[in-house]
C-alpha cells in the first residue's frame, strides 16, 4: 500500500487551508450564517478561527463537510 487516499478530498489538506478557501469562497459574512460561530461573526480572522477550530471538534467538523460540500 502506498499510503495515498485517493477518495478522501481532505487528505493533504491542512486546516488553514481548508479555512482560506471558504472564506475565499463565501467570504466571512455568508461563512459566519452557514456556520454561526462567533470566530466568523464577529472580528473574524484566520488566526482565532485556527485557535478555536483546532479545539473544538464539533466546529472542525462542520467546517470540513462544508469545504467537502463546496468541491462538489
Known amino acids: 500500500m502506498d499510503g495515498t ?3 478522501n478530498p481532505l487528505h ?3 486546516l488553514e487551508m481548508i479555512l482560506v ?3 475565499d469562497h463565501y467570504g466571512w ?3 459566519g ?3 454561526p460561530i462567533n470566530c ?3 472580528d473574524p480572522s484566520i488566526k482565532s478561527s485556527l485557535a478555536f477550530l483546532r479545539r473544538t471538534p464539533w466546529a472542525r467538523k ?3 463537510d462544508l469545504y467537502v460540500d463546496s468541491l462538489r
Open 12 to 14: 493533504g489538506k491542512t
Open 5 to 7: 487516499q485517493p477518495n
Open 21 to 23: 478557501f471558504l472564506v
Open 33 to 35: 450564517a452557514i456556520i
Open 40 to 42: 466568523f461573526r464577529f
Open 29 to 31: 459574512e455568508d461563512l
Open 62 to 64: 462542520k467546517v470540513e
